[in-house]
């Protein structure tokens, strides 16, 4: 099994077999509007740029299960990411990445690099308190403990790291070109 047996709601409603993306390297991200580390969008999109030629694409899959950070529908949230950030990559509809109702993609990249920490320091510990409080509803199901969580997939669509939203993008950029 591999990431390119999963497929994704596109915006407009569409079905996408992520097989399409079969050969470059992929970050599949959850993400909100409304959250501490929403910046994040201004670097993946400055990464899409700089290696999209290269074969490289972001799937972006914002959630609302973190504390109610991403409420708007999925049209206001792609316009806010569109004239905020300027993005380009592929956004899809949202979706639910813990519980019952757990997006089966994110299911498996969970399973294939599950959580070992937000890391060291006062605010990662403060962060991973909370994060524990908000998931404690989901149980063995808690795949996700925040947004911008970060998925890297080489070209032959296995899983190779999990970025927790705390790592800094510099690290995820240098995981990125590597894998290029």
């Given amino acids: 099994m591999s990431v390119y047996d999963f497929k994704a709601t596109a915006l407009d ?21 409304g959250c501490g580390f929403t910046p994040h969008y201004e670097p ?6 700089e290696y999209r030629d290269q074969g490289f694409e972001i799937l972006d899959f914002p959630c609302n299960q973190f504390a109610d950070q991403a409420p ?15 993005t380009e990559f592929p956004q899809f509809k949202k979706i639910e990445v813990n519980g019952e109702g757990a997006d089966p993609l994110f299911a498996y990249l969970a399973t294939e690099k ?3 920490g937000f890391g060291k320091g006062i605010k990662n510990k403060a962060l991973e308190k909370f994060a524990n409080m908000n998931n404690s509803k989901f149980g ?8 911008f969580t970060k998925f890297l997939v080489d070209r032959q669509g296995n899983v ?15 995981a990125v070109a590597a894998a290029l």
């Fill in 13 to 33: 409603g569409s079905e996408v077999s992520l097989g399409e993306y079969e050969g470059k390297v992929l970050l599949v991200v959850n993400t909100a509007t």
């Fill in 44 to 49: 993946l999109e400055a990464m899409y740029k």
């Fill in 72 to 86: 708007e529908s999925d049209d206001e949230i792609h316009e806010f990411c569109q004239v905020k950030f300027g």
């Fill in 114 to 116: 599950p959580f070992e």
């Fill in 140 to 147: 063995e199901k808690a795949y996700i403990k925040w947004n």
């Fill in 160 to 174: 190779v790291a999990r970025f927790e939203p705390t790592v800094e993008m510099e690290d995820v950029k240098k």
